[in-house]
């Protein structure tokens, strides 16, 4: 595994992790408040037949904290300037949480190299537009206290016999996020309309989601057409983590699905 640096579309410094020679990269994005790590699970399995990438979005784990706005389409910037790097002939995005958000649009920006989406525990309210005032509420929440916040969050992301021991170590990694970065962030989100870029796509998106927040397959294909998901039983919002051998197969099952979609066989 290869540790590089780039800049993205603003100069900030994105740091990344690299595995395999493949010319399809599978390319990690991390949800909010987390960071690459919390792909370190896919590395080994996946790099015989792709080119595997982790990043960092902007203000997560080893990138750079010198932005101006922290919205999606900044993050998917990100996620560009890593593909542009890696000079990526073909890429699938996989997106956890507001990953799956930054992956959509970062689709969207690479053009005809994004063959495909995968989404993991994601795209459950496409369609819906943030509301400024709830999205400044929630900034104002995190920066009277960010401690409560987080502890607040991670009760809606995990089953509550999910092991405390896995708890504790995804809140020590996104304790680590500056609070500054997530109130601005959150900030950011204010009218973001998530329906406009989903309807835009024209490759196909999977999702392997947990159980918590209901997944309908029917209302998420009213913005994207072609989408299917698995859902994992009693499984929360990070699956790679609380069941890694099994997403690890089903993340393959997708992949293997994709390559028998139409002009996808390249894959």
Request: net charge negative.
């Amino acid at each position: 595994m290869f540790h590089r640096t780039t800049r993205s579309v603003d100069g900030v410094a994105i740091s990344y992790s690299v595995s395999g020679t493949a010319d399809t990269a599978l390319l990690f994005i991390h949800g909010g408040l987390a960071d690459r790590s919390f792909w370190d699970g896919q590395h080994t399995p996946f790099s015989h037949n792709y080119k595997v990438i982790a990043l960092d979005l902007a203000g997560h784990g080893e990138s750079g904290r010198d932005r101006q706005k922290w919205g999606i389409a900044e993050f998917a910037h990100d996620v560009l300037a890593v593909l542009d790097a890696e000079r990526a002939p073909r890429a699938i995005l996989v997106g956890n949480s507001l990953g799956g958000t930054v992956a959509i649009e970062a689709a969207l920006l690479a053009g005809p190299r994004v063959v495909a989406v995968i989404g993991v525990d994601t795209l459950h309210d496409i369609g819906r537009r943030i509301d400024p005032s709830h999205a400044v509420a929630q900034a104002d929440a995190w920066r009277r206290d960010f401690d409560g916040s987080l502890d607040r969050m991670l009760a809606t992301l995990f089953h509550p016999d999910a092991a405390p021991s896995l708890v504790a170590d995804v809140r020590r990694r996104m304790s680590r996020t500056p609070p500054e970065v997530v109130c601005s962030m959150f900030a950011s989100f204010a009218g973001y309309d998530t329906a406009a870029p989903a309807r835009q796509l024209r490759v196909p998106v999977r999702c392997i989601n947990g159980d918590l927040f209901p997944t309908d397959t029917h209302a998420i294909r009213q913005f994207i057409a072609d989408f299917d998901a698995m859902v994992l039983p009693h499984t929360g919002h990070f699956p790679m983590l609380e069941r890694p051998d099994e997403f690890n197969r089903k993340l393959a099952d997708a992949l293997a699905s994709l390559k028998s979609t139409p002009d996808q066989d390249h894959l």
